[in-house]
């Protein structure tokens, strides 16, 4: 929606809410003379609307992709700077994925992990990991 407003490719009273440029308001030669004005917010709750959160946005993107010539492009752009998840994360059955995830981001029943997130929670004073923590044991009747 912003690249159509900043391309005036929606009605006028839309495309006239984004400020004007750095450079235009300063006769100093600046690195940030092609970014947008920020708008400034009082409060942390009014930075977080789609204006101000979007002209950040917009200024930390390159300038070449600012300037793309159509909406399907600068999506292509913007694709291509995505992260792309290695495939071995979805390996295997869904719960070795979720316990696998839980050990990366430090989220497992292992008691260092237990503890860095509780500090109420002892640590473990051997060292050792109990691997029935991370993969409960089997019920047997």
């Known amino acids: 929606m912003f690249y159509k407003m900043y391309h005036f490719l929606v009605p006028s009273y839309l495309s006239?809410?984004?400020?004007r440029h750095v450079g235009?308001?300063?006769?100093?030669?600046?690195?940030?003379?092609?970014?947008?004005?920020?708008?400034?917010?009082?409060t942390q709750v009014l930075s977080k609307?789609?204006?101000?959160?979007?002209?950040?946005?917009?200024?930390?993107?390159?300038?070449?992709?600012?300037n793309v010539p159509s909406l399907s492009?600068?999506?292509?752009?913007?694709?291509?700077?995505?992260?792309?998840?290695?495939?071995?994360?979805?390996?295997?059955?869904?719960?070795?994925?979720?316990?696998?995830?839980r050990l990366r981001m430090h989220c497992s029943h292992v008691n260092e992990?237990?503890?860095?997130k509780n500090p109420?929670?002892?640590p473990c004073l051997c060292g050792s990991i109990d691997i029935y923590a991370i993969f409960p044991r089997p019920l047997v009747h």
């Open 16 to 19: 006239s809410l984004i400020p």
């Open 24 to 42: 235009d308001m300063t006769t100093y030669n600046l690195r940030s003379s092609s970014s947008l004005r920020n708008i400034s917010c009082r």
């Open 49 to 66: 609307y789609f204006l101000p959160s979007t002209i950040s946005s917009w200024n930390y993107l390159p300038y070449t992709t600012r």
């Open 73 to 101: 492009s600068l999506k292509q752009h913007l694709n291509l700077s995505s992260k792309c998840i290695p495939s071995f994360y979805y390996e295997g059955n869904r719960n070795s994925c979720v316990q696998h995830a």
């Open 113 to 116: 992990h237990l503890f860095s």
């Open 120 to 122: 109420d929670s002892p």
